[in-house]
């Protein structure tokens, strides 16, 4: 009889821990989408493009923890509430769209099963500017950026015309450079365009979205 309440009372133990291990880990989703880019010059740098939406994604993962929602999820969602299409480019600057308004926003978030929906457009202009002897690359980006919080039904960051260049300090860029690199995004010093078009983009992005990871998580560099 004694056995027998020693493995009741051991089983009253161990099958409540199992339930709880068989409960799957919850964590915030996000839905980056959708986001349109433009350059000045024909054709959108490809490798300006993966830049940014590689580091939207390791932001949201790495300082948001948040899992990423495909981008297949987010078209389709899109699609059924005939939002219609959004161009992930377009040929010129001032072709860029407007970012859809917060309840739009909303609605696609509850649908697509997301906690946080993050829009925004990014438009670059590259020039060559005269500095000693020859000429020098430089390329501005134009960063536009909408974070809705879904479960709140609030609007958690809204940035219009944000700004950064290829050559200007930021902090943001100065602290965040090692882990970039371990984030995979390696930006070289130099060259033709494209360098210049990705360190624009990763400032800009970094400066628009910092109020909002700097309130949620620890600062890059901190």
């Known amino acids: 009889?004694?056995?027998?309440?020693?493995?009741?009372?051991?089983?009253?133990?161990?099958?409540?821990?199992?339930?709880?291990?068989?409960?799957?880990?919850?964590?915030p989703k996000v839905a980056i989408y959708p986001w349109t880019f433009a350059e000045n010059e024909k054709g959108t740098s490809e490798a300006g493009i993966s830049t940014v939406q590689t580091l939207l994604k390791k932001l949201f993962e790495v300082r948001g923890g948040c899992e990423v929602i495909s981008d297949v999820i987010s078209k389709a969602?899109?699609?059924?509430?005939?939002?219609?299409?959004?161009?992930?480019?377009?040929?010129?600057?001032?072709?860029?769209?407007?970012?859809?308004?917060?309840?739009?926003?909303?609605?696609?978030?509850?649908?697509?099963?997301?906690?946080?929906?993050?829009?925004?457009?990014?438009?670059?202009?590259?020039?060559?500017?005269?500095?000693?002897?020859?000429?020098?690359t430089k390329a501005d980006a134009t960063v536009s950026v909408t974070i809705v919080n879904v479960a709140k039904s609030e609007v958690a960051l809204e940035v219009k015309d944000a700004n950064s260049n290829s050559t200007k300090a930021e902090k943001w860029y100065e602290s965040a450079g090692a882990i970039l690199i371990a984030w995979g995004i390696t930006l070289f010093s130099g060259g033709p365009k494209t360098p210049h078009?990705?360190?624009?983009?990763?400032?800009?992005?970094?400066?628009?979205?910092?109020?909002?990871?700097?309130?949620?998580?620890?600062?890059?560099?901190?």
């Open 197 to 222: 078009i990705q360190k624009a983009g990763v400032k800009g992005i970094g400066v628009a979205t910092e109020p909002f990871f700097a309130a949620i998580g620890r600062k890059i560099g901190g």
């Open 1 to 27: 009889m004694k056995q027998l309440l020693i493995v009741v009372s051991l089983l009253l133990c161990v099958l409540p821990s199992m339930g709880r291990a068989q409960e799957p880990i919850k964590v």
């Open 77 to 136: 969602a899109w699609k059924e509430l005939n939002y219609g299409d959004i161009p992930l480019t377009v040929e010129d600057p001032g072709q860029v769209p407007l970012i859809p308004d917060a309840k739009k926003l909303l609605e696609f978030g509850k649908r697509v099963g997301a906690d946080y929906v993050c829009a925004g457009t990014v438009s670059w202009r590259v020039r060559s500017v005269w500095v000693g002897l020859g000429p020098k």
